[in-house]
C-alpha cells in the first residue's frame, strides 16, 4: 500500500501544478490574450499563433528550453535547440530571403523617391536609441531595442544576437512582432492625426512600368552598394536580395516557390516557437521588459510620424502630387504597413488606391532598418 501511495505522489509532485509560480500563469494568460487576438481578431496568425504557442509551452515546462549544460542528461530541451538558430542569426536571414522572394521591388524601382520615405520611417529606431540610452541602457542594449521601431522582428533578432545581447532577445523579439501584428491598430491613429482630410484623399499618378531588365539588376546593384558600404547587412541584406533575384530573373522557379512557401513557413515555425519560448517567467517578468515594451512603442510611433511627416514635405514639394499616407509604410513591415496605408486613405476616398504606392517606402524601410542594424554594428565594432 505504501508503494502505491509513494508512486502516487511522486506522480502528483511531477504535475506542473507544483511547479509553477504566479509569474508562469501570467505569462500563460499572456499567451492566451495572444491567441484569441490571432485566432478570433485574426491579426498576424502567422506570427503570433507560434509565438504564443511557444510561451504557453515554456510556461508550463521550462525545461523544453533548458540548456545541455544544465540537464542531467546533457540534452538540451527541443526549443533551445530552435533558439540556436535565432542566435545564430540562421532563421532571421532565411526569413529576408522568403521575403525577398514573395516582395515586388517594381513600386520602389518606378519611384526611387520611395528611399526617402523608407529611411525618414527609421526615425523612430534612433530615436529609441538614445531614449534607452537616458532610461539606463548601455550602447549595444539600447541599439538592440531600437531597432523594434522598424517594426521588423527578424532584424531586431539578428542584431540582438549579433551584439551578444542574449538576454533581452526574447522581450526584443516578442516587442518588435507584437508591434508588427498590431500595425493596423497602431499606426491610423497617428496618421490621421498627422494628415488633413485633404491631404489623405490625394491621388497619385499611376507608376510606370518596370522592366524585366531593371528588376533583375535591382538587387544585384544594392547588393553591391549597399554591402560594400555595411559589409555587415550581407547576411541580411544579401538574403533579401538573392530571394528577390530567384523571383525576377525567371529561371529558378522552383528556388522561387520554396523559399517563399516551404521554406519560408518552417521558418516562421521554428523562429516563432523558439521566440516565443524565451518568454519565462524569469525571464520576461521585469522592469527591463517593461522598458523594452515601452521604448517599443515609442520607437514605432515615432517611425510612423516621421514617414508621415517627410510625406507631408513631399508633398509639398511636388505640388500635391504625393499622399503623406504612404509614408507610413516605410517601416518596414511588409505588407501590413502598406496594405494600412491604402486602407486609412479608402476611408477618406473609397476610390482612392494607394497600395502600389505605398509597397516602394514598405520595401525602402526593410532595406533601411537592415542599413540600420549594420551602421550599429559598426558603430560598436561588431
Not at 40 to 55: N, Q, T
Not at 155 to 175: C, D, E, R
Not at 276 to 294: P, Q, Y
Amino acid at each position: 500500500m505504501s508503494y502505491i501511495t509513494d508512486t502516487l505522489s511522486n506522480l502528483l509532485q511531477q504535475t506542473a501544478f507544483f511547479n509553477l509560480t504566479w509569474g508562469n500563469f501570467a505569462m500563460i494568460l499572456v499567451a492566451c490574450v495572444f491567441l484569441y487576438l490571432a485566432i478570433k481578431k485574426d491579426y498576424e496568425p502567422l506570427l503570433l499563433v507560434p509565438i504564443a504557442f511557444g510561451m504557453l509551452l515554456v510556461n508550463i515546462y521550462p525545461d523544453i528550453m533548458v540548456r545541455p549544460e544544465d540537464a542531467s542528461n546533457g540534452v538540451g530541451g527541443l526549443l533551445h535547440y530552435f533558439y540556436l538558430l535565432d542566435e545564430w542569426s540562421i532563421l532571421p536571414s532565411l526569413i529576408f530571403m522568403g521575403v525577398g522572394a514573395m516582395t515586388d521591388f517594381g513600386p520602389l524601382i518606378a519611384n526611387p523617391k520611395s528611399f526617402l520615405l523608407g529611411a525618414a520611417a527609421q526615425l523612430g529606431i534612433y530615436c529609441a536609441y538614445f531614449l534607452a540610452i537616458l532610461m539606463g541602457f548601455n550602447g549595444k542594449a539600447a541599439a538592440a531595442i531600437s531597432i523594434i521601431g522598424g517594426a521588423d522582428g527578424p532584424t531586431s533578432i539578428f542584431l540582438a544576437g549579433k551584439l551578444g545581447q542574449g538576454a533581452l532577445m526574447g522581450p526584443i523579439a516578442v516587442a518588435a512582432y507584437s508591434y508588427m501584428s498590431l500595425v493596423p491598430i497602431i499606426q491610423p491613429p497617428i496618421m490621421k492625426a498627422l494628415t488633413t482630410e485633404k491631404e489623405r484623399k490625394i491621388k497619385m499618378e499611376q507608376l510606370r512600368p518596370v522592366s524585366k531588365l531593371e528588376k533583375i539588376l535591382f538587387p544585384i546593384i544594392i547588393t553591391v552598394v549597399v554591402c560594400l558600404i555595411l559589409p555587415t547587412t550581407a547576411p541580411l541584406v544579401g538574403m533579401l536580395m538573392l530571394g528577390n533575384l530567384f523571383r525576377e530573373s525567371g529561371v529558378v522557379k522552383q528556388l522561387t516557390e520554396t523559399a517563399s512557401n516551404a521554406l519560408m513557413y518552417i521558418v516562421v515555425i521554428l523562429l516563432g516557437t523558439s521566440v516565443g519560448a524565451s518568454t519565462s517567467a524569469e525571464a520576461f517578468l521585469n522592469m527591463d521588459t517593461l522598458k523594452i515594451v515601452a521604448l517599443g512603442l515609442v520607437a514605432f510611433a515615432f517611425g510612423t510620424a516621421g514617414g508621415v511627416l517627410f510625406g507631408k514635405l513631399m508633398c509639398k514639394l511636388s505640388g500635391g502630387k504625393i499622399n503623406p499616407l504612404i509614408g507610413s509604410a516605410g517601416v518596414s513591415a511588409v505588407p501590413m504597413a502598406a496594405r494600412v496605408s491604402q486602407k486609412v486613405g479608402a476611408e477618406a476616398d473609397p476610390t482612392n488606391f494607394l497600395l502600389m504606392h505605398a509597397m516602394g517606402p514598405n520595401v525602402a524601410g526593410v532595406i533601411g532598418t537592415a542599413v540600420a542594424a549594420g551602421t550599429f554594428m559598426a558603430i560598436f565594432g561588431v
